[in-house]
């Protein structure tokens, strides 16, 4: 499984759309439906998963999946 394909599951955990249908455009809140619990969850899950840990002043200003993915691959070079 890809990182994006294994990122994309983790949101699905979170809303109705299945990983294979999401878009990296796609808008956390918009689109894909989480409420802010469901997306500080999800950092959570994102920091135990990849071992990153996410600053909440860049975090909140992900917005897409396409968004999310460019700063978990950023702080996994930083890592």
Known sequence: MTQEMQFKTIIAQYCEIAP?????DMRFREDLGLSSLDFMSF?????DTYDI????????QVLTIGEALELLEKLQQEG
């Open 20 to 24: 294979e249908e999401m878009t990296n």
């Open 43 to 47: 950092l959570g899950e994102l920091e």
């Open 53 to 60: 840990e996410l600053e909440e002043e860049d975090a909140v």
